[in-house]
């Protein structure tokens, strides 16, 4: 289940069933980066936008002749802008994550792989780059990427609960961090905060088992963590329900009010709910939230 | 051992633990469950979360409850309850007497007896006593074994088919006087008989005596007499108590054979009476078929009678040859015969052509002198089959040459011409009388009135054979009547007339005893010693304690008289006797026998059979323990929530272990038949062999393929059938393999088959084994296709000749190889009148399809391909093989193209026939 091999044929499936995704860069400028789409159309920057009357300042090289042949007036050929955006994953990899309440389910941090995995071939099929972050692997393209991440995807992190990796961001990329967010805040914060100051924008993708939403526990329970750093003891367990619930909904209000100061997006997702719903989410936030289409 | 209302305990000390449940329950309820550990990532969420009150969760007080239950049940099991504990009876440490009476009275309750014998070993046993056994039907010195090895034997001891004699209860009681002391107990069948208080006597001299006997009636029948028409049937019965009806059953074999109760009838004894009879009134060929009589629910030798010649009449087929003198009924040659014969026998009149093909017993021909020879050669093949003739001489005999110089083979003697008349007016000597019978004769030991005399006869000449002919002589030493064996039959002919003109025999009463001797007639007032006087009987069959008949092998003979009149014993065991032809059944009870209860003096204790067994309860009450400590695993975990989710599932893993495994055999009716109908399919028959089956599959998915490659047929994958369940309509073709283990397929299966051959369906039968049989019953799978075909509706079959359209359905073909190569393969015969037609290649065969195909050659296996496609069979060698397997697909796609066109591709071979003679 775990193996690169398995991970990636997975994703492959997932992501043959979304038409191909082009990130948007709202900064152009800075995290543009030329002929990152010529692998799949001729030429760097080559493709045809539109002709315009030549004005003032257009250099006499520029004005295309066959087109100002046909008419009194002289047209320059423009070319379409072409650029990739740089995507950088973050999949939680703490101990935490590898939990699956039933044998049915899957455990979370194998559904954080897949969604994380399964986005990034969607995205370097659009031609984008594709990287962890941190320094580990940067965001680069081609279909060796995919092996590369799947690989890295898959090693395991002997902490419980494991803080986002806010170094080495690329200014002006885009970022995306699943996670079951059930460790220190802090980490998160100071992650978005770091991230939002260069310029990058993302996702969160909240992953929660259905039990860790429905505490369905009764009696005398000892609970550990999964890394058995942490333990509560309770002598009725029902008795905590309510108050485990109320603690989970301030979480989730931090991470969303997180989220809008940093202008990302919060996303919850359920191992009982399908990859391919969390992966649509993901597409749609990825890509028509961030202004204009592909 | 202690007994509280009706348990007894052999630990009873064990019950004071019983005193702990009470503290046992504090500690139980004091203790709380033990937590649970569960990995939960949310724990993060939880620190600092404090429970709201510091007391857990107590235990229910209904899982208290069931574990308390469970320890009563433990401490009470360990315990030793016992339910009807049984004091020790008789007590005592010394040998132990049992005696039984072992007579046919008690085989009907030989179980419970043999049980309560039982039952007095595994006491005779606790109290470490040695037991010997006495049966006073055959009566042998006991040894005193250990009780452990006496229950060996107890398997030996059945019930005889008679009543202890005087003699053997003296043996008994000689025997019992020379053992030392002993105590007794004493099995009764419930009959007195004469000396069981003389037997008491000598028992009670030596010790304690108990009787067991059981309180139920002792019934009997006696044998069954045929009286105007009906059979009459007494039962008899010890105690006249009250009113009580039994059924009486007539067993006899049915037409096929098997044994079977014919009729049944009802007797009712009245209250206060012991006999009750009925009649029963049966056509005669069912009479002659009955060979016992039984009391429904009783199985004792006593309660059963046996059938013999008194039941049986014989047909006797009367022919005279002077049938025109009306009126003269006296002087009609048939009269005395139709007189002697017609209590106990059935006549048939007419003529000899139309006697004959009713088969009768018997044939009577007075003075009838020559036969046609259409009449002679029928007449002596009934003979020789079986039959007897019985002639009787006359004017017309004394008047023929008939055996006069060479013996008629209807005659047993040559004749001298003309007979003789002595005693008459013109003659010296006074009318014969009689000469004794010799002991060969059949008439040996009947007693000759003084009044029967002869005045005339015909003579017989003599011969090197008369001697041994003669069973009745006239006192001049003359033959009187004569015998001659011809085949399984014989000839007889009185030398006298049938009417009293040559003679007075038929006015006596000897003629009648003489007809009942030859079994010309079977008398219908039971046995009488002194008709049987003289005569020795062999025992054919004897029936045992229990009335089951036996063969009686080398048991020797029994003197006539005894056979009437002795009782019942080890000489003379009853059953069927024969001599020569004739059957007499000795029964146990005789028509004057009674039945008398056995009564006991007061001071002897009386027990009845049926003792209420002992129960230990002992495992059941541990049984329960565990089961509820089973139960309260189950609720512990559901209540500290260790079963959340799986509650279902474990109920239906508990229920499953309870109800134990049932069927899932129920296979929706319409998805087989959307499975088989969706798309044309090829079936085989499940053998139930799972290699053959596996075969079969391959293969005919194997065979599929090619079709698919190769043809436009597109079959799906093949289904395999089971004859019992499945619907075979839907298949146009069946595969069945023969297994020599395979099951016999039931009636509706059989049924269901022929119409599915009936309404097109066919059958392709594969021996496997590669014809080696030839389709005889020389191999196993070839007998096991006799055996499985035998009840299909098939046509006669033929080998598949050269021109039958299996041949050139789709490929041209002449060999059918499939892993084997044999050649024949047997197909539904061509019509007789089928002729090639001038100018035509072929004969034009077979209008429909062949119901069945078999043949021997492991086609599925020659077809057999892997799920991947490749061949899972090696066929023969190399190149030839592969060209083998090659045919083989060829026969297969012939065979379905045979059954999906029928005749088609025999009309379409003929096309270019036709054109050509279009053409001229």
Redesign the interface.
């Known amino acids: 289940m775990n193996s690169p091999e398995t991970l990636r044929i997975r994703s492959e499936e997932q992501a043959a069933r979304l038409p191909a995704l082009l990130a948007r860069a709202e900064h152009l400028a800075g995290a543009v980066l030329l002929g990152a789409h010529g692998r799949r159309r001729a030429g760097v920057g080559d493709d045809f936008w539109q002709y315009r009357p030549a004005q003032v300042g257009d250099s006499r090289r520029s004005i295309d002749h066959r087109r100002s042949a046909m008419g009194d007036h002289e047209f320059v050929r423009e070319r379409e802008w072409q650029i990739a955006q740089s995507v950088m994953l973050w999949v939680d990899q703490g101990a935490?994550?590898r939990?699956a309440s039933?044998a049915a389910l899957d455990q979370?941090a194998d559904r954080a792989r897949l969604l994380g995995l399964a986005l990034a071939v969607l995205l370097r099929r659009g031609g984008e780059r594709v990287g962890l972050t941190g320094s580990a692997l940067p965001p680069r393209s081609g279909r060796p990427q995919i092996l590369r991440l799947a690989e890295a995807l898959c090693q395991d992190d002997a902490a419980?609960?494991a803080p986002p990796e806010h170094r080495a961001m690329i200014p002006q990329a885009r970022a995306v961090f699943i996670s079951?967010f059930?460790?220190d805040l802090a980490g998160v914060a100071t992650a978005l905060t770091k991230a939002a100051d260069r310029g990058v924008r993302g996702v969160l993708l909240h992953v929660l088992?259905p039990?860790?939403e429905a505490?369905?526990?009764?009696?005398?329970?000892?609970?550990?963590?999964?890394g058995g750093t942490?333990?509560?003891?309770?002598?009725?367990?029902n008795?905590?329900k309510h108050?485990?619930l109320e603690?989970?909904a301030e979480?989730k209000a931090e991470l969303q009010q997180l989220c809008a100061l940093t202008g990302w997006q919060y996303g919850l997702h359920h191992t009982d709910s399908t990859a391919q719903s969390a992966l649509l989410w993901l597409y749609g936030a990825l890509d028509t939230r961030s202004g204009g289409a592909a | 051992m202690t007994v509280f209302g009706g348990i007894g305990f052999t630990a009873p000390w064990m019950l004071l633990a019983l005193l702990a449940l009470p503290i046992l329950w504090l500690i139980l309820r004091a203790v709380?469950?033990?937590?649970?550990?569960?990995?939960?990532?949310?724990?993060?969420?939880?620190?600092g979360?404090s429970?709201?009150?510091?007391?857990?969760?107590r235990t229910p007080w209904w899982l208290l409850f069931l574990r308390m239950l469970a320890v009563a049940a433990l401490i009470i099991g360990l315990a030793g309850p016992i339910l009807n504990p049984q004091e020790e009876q008789t007590q005592g440490t010394g040998p132990l007497l049992i005696v039984l009476d072992g007579s046919w009275a008690g085989a009907t309750r030989w179980p419970q007896q043999t049980e309560a014998l039982e039952a007095q070993l595994t006491r005779a046993a606790r109290a470490g006593r040695t037991v010997g056994f006495l049966t006073l039907t055959r009566p042998e010195a006991p040894a005193f074994q250990s009780a452990d090895a006496g229950r060996s034997r107890l398997a030996g001891f059945k019930p005889a088919p008679w009543q202890p004699a005087p003699t053997d209860i003296d043996r008994a009681i000689e025997i019992t006087n020379t053992l030392g002391g002993f105590d007794t107990v004493w099995f009764s069948d419930g009959l007195a008989y004469d000396g069981r208080d003389a037997m008491l006597e000598a028992l009670q001299n030596q010790g304690s005596v108990e009787v067991y006997q059981t309180g139920a009636d002792v019934l009997a029948m006696a044998p069954a007499t045929y009286e105007d028409g009906a059979i009459t049937l007494t039962v008899k019965r010890a105690l006249p108590t009250a009113e009580r009806a039994v059924t009486i059953n007539a067993q006899g074999r049915d037409p096929a054979g098997n044994m079977r109760t014919l009729a049944s009838v009802p007797a009712t004894f009245e209250a206060g009476s012991t006999q009750a009879t009925a009649a029963l009134s049966l056509p005669a060929e069912l009479r002659a078929r009955i060979t016992r009589f039984d009391i429904a629910g009783q199985r004792s030798a006593g309660a059963t009678t046996l059938v013999d010649d008194a039941l049986r009449r014989r047909e006797v087929g009367l022919i005279a040859g002077r049938e025109n003198r009306e009126g003269l009924e006296l002087l009609s040659p048939l009269h005395y015969i139709e007189q002697a014969l017609a209590p106990a026998a059935d006549l048939i009149d007419g003529a000899l052509g139309d006697v004959l093909p009713a088969n009768p017993d018997v044939i009577v021909l007075a003075d009838i002198a020559t036969l046609s020879e259409a009449e002679q050669a029928p007449l002596l093949d009934w003979i020789e089959a079986g039959g007897m003739l019985v002639r009787f001489a006359g004017p017309r005999i004394a008047a023929s040459d008939i055996s006069r110089d060479t013996e008629d083979p209807l005659m047993p003697v040559r004749l001298r011409s003309g007979g003789r008349s002595v005693g008459g007016a013109m003659s010296w000597g006074a009318p014969k009388t009689l000469d004794a019978f010799r002991e060969t004769s059949p008439f040996f030991g009947l007693e000759i009135p003084e009044d029967v005399t002869v005045s005339a006869q015909v003579v017989a000449q003599p011969d090197p054979t008369l001697s041994d002919r003669v069973i009745a002589a006239l006192s001049d030493g003359t033959p009187l009547v004569t015998r001659k064996q011809l085949g399984q039959g014989q000839i007889i002919l009185f030398h006298v007339t049938a009417t009293a003109e040559w003679s007075t025999l038929p006015l006596s009463g000897l003629f009648v005893q003489m007809m009942e001797r030859l079994a010309i007639s079977s008398s219908s007032a039971g046995i009488e010693a002194s008709e049987l006087q003289g005569t020795t009987w062999t025992p054919l069959r004897v029936m045992d304690g229990f009335g089951t008949l036996s063969d009686a092998g080398t048991l020797p003979g029994v003197d006539g008289a005894d056979l009437a009149d002795a009782p019942a014993g080890p000489n003379l065991q009853p059953g069927v006797y024969a001599s020569g032809e004739r059957r007499i059944a000795r029964n146990v009870v005789v028509a004057d026998t009674t039945l008398g209860p056995a009564t006991w003096p007061a001071d002897v204790p009386v027990r009845g059979l049926d003792v209420v067994d002992e129960r230990p309860l002992a495992g059941w009450l541990l049984s329960l323990s565990i089961l509820l400590l089973l139960a309260d695993v189950v609720a512990s975990l559901s209540?500290?929530?260790r079963l959340?989710?799986h509650s279902n599932a474990a109920g239906l893993i508990l229920a499953a272990l309870i109800y134990g495994p049932t069927q899932a055999d129920a296979q929706a009716d319409d998805s087989f038949a959307l499975n088989a109908t969706a798309e044309m399919t090829l079936a085989y028959v499940v053998t139930g062999n799972a290699s053959v089956d596996e075969m079969s599959d391959a293969g005919l998915r194997g065979l599929s393929d090619t079709l698919y490659f190769r043809t436009s047929v597109e079959p799906a994958n093949p289904i395999g059938v089971n004859l019992e369940r499945d619907e075979l309509a839907f298949f146009p073709m069946l595969y069945w393999p023969i297994t020599p283990e395979q099951p016999r397929p039931s009636d509706a299966a059989y049924t269901k088959l022929n119409t599915y051959l009936r309404s097109g369906g066919m059958i392709l039968f594969d021996t496997r084994d590669a014809n080696i049989a030839g389709f005889g019953a020389a191999s196993p799978n070839g007998r096991k296709l006799q055996d499985l075909a035998a009840p299909l509706d098939i046509p006669p079959l033929e080998p598949l000749p050269a021109d039958h359209v299996l041949t050139r359905t789709f490929y041209l073909l002449q060999d059918f190889p499939g892993r084997h190569s044999g050649r024949d393969l047997w197909v539904e015969a061509s019509a007789p009148d089928a002729e090639q037609v001038e100018g035509m290649p072929f004969r034009n065969l077979n209008d429909g399809v062949s119901p069945v195909v078999i043949g021997g050659n492991d086609w599925a296996a020659a077809w057999a391909v892997s799920p991947n496609g490749a061949p899972m069979v090696p066929i023969g060698r190399g190149f030839a093989g592969e060209r083998q397997r090659e045919l083989a697909y060829r026969f297969g796609v012939n065979l379905v193209m045979h059954v999906l066109t029928g005749n088609y591709k025999s009309d379409q071979v003929h096309v270019p026939a036709l054109l050509d003679r279009l053409g001229q």
């Open positions: 935490s994550m939990f039933t979370k419980d609960y079951d059930m460790g088992d039990s860790e505490f369905p526990f009764t009696g005398r329970t000892i609970f550990e963590s999964v942490l333990r509560h003891e309770t002598l009725k367990a008795d905590l108050r485990y603690r989970l979480r | 709380p469950p033990a937590p649970i550990r569960r990995r939960f990532p949310g724990v993060a969420l939880l620190l979360l429970d709201a009150e510091s007391v857990s969760d209540l500290s929530g959340l989710k």
